[in-house]
Every structure is written in C-alpha cells, then in structure tokens.
C-alpha cells in the first residue's frame, strides 16, 4: 500500500506564490515519475507538470515559465513552485505517484 500526501495550498493574491509538497510512503519499490495535477470547478483534471527519476520535467503550456517541479527521490518528494499566480489557476491540484492519487490540496488566487 502506498499513502500520498499532499500539502501547502491556501489562497494567495494574483501575482503571488505558493509552494506544494507531495510525499509518497509505503511500499515503494523503484523510483517513479512523480506528478502535479489540478481540477478546476467544472472542468476535467489536467497535467500540470511532471519530472523523472532523471530529473526530466514536462509542463502545461499553461503555466510554462511560471511554475517549476522538482523532487527529493531519498524522500519520494515532489514539489510544485507556483509563481506569478493567476485567478485561473484556482483548483484542486492533486500529486499523482505510479497509480495513487493524494487527497488533493485547494489552491485559490483572488483578491
């Protein structure tokens, strides 16, 4: 059984930043592309990001130039640096590790 956990989404003014971490624990055989997704109201879960074992990463066109993922592979740990943030990016954004899901975690950019 594998648990991810999410966390560190909240709301944040237009422009702002926000940081999100992801933990994967259990049992964890191999290393895994590791991943950032998001569900806004209405609309259908979308990739953000993701990034190897490696290192290599892939981004929505969207937020290209404004967020950056990076992991800690010794803590099966993900990160999401959301910069430069838009009322758009307003959703539920969920970590995905080989097949399980977080809870997810409410990110909201109003003023």
């Known amino acids: 059984q594998v648990q991810v956990v999410e966390s560190g989404g909240g709301l944040v003014q237009p422009g702002g930043s926000l940081r999100l971490s992801c933990a994967a624990s259990?049992?964890?055989?191999?290393?895994?592309?590791m991943g950032w997704y998001r569900q806004a109201p209405g609309k259908q879960r979308e990739l953000v990001a993701n990034?190897?074992?490696?290192?290599?990463?892939n981004y929505a066109d969207s937020v290209k130039g404004r967020f950056t993922i990076s992991r800690d592979n010794a803590k099966n740990t993900v990160y999401l640096q959301m910069n430069s943030l838009k009322p758009e990016d307003t959703a539920v954004y969920y970590c995905?590790?080989?097949?399980?899901w977080g809870q997810g975690t409410q990110v909201t950019v109003s003023s």
């Open positions: 995905k590790f080989m097949k399980y």
């Open positions: 259990g049992s964890i055989f191999g290393i895994y592309v």
């Open positions: 990034i190897t074992s490696g290192g290599i990463t």
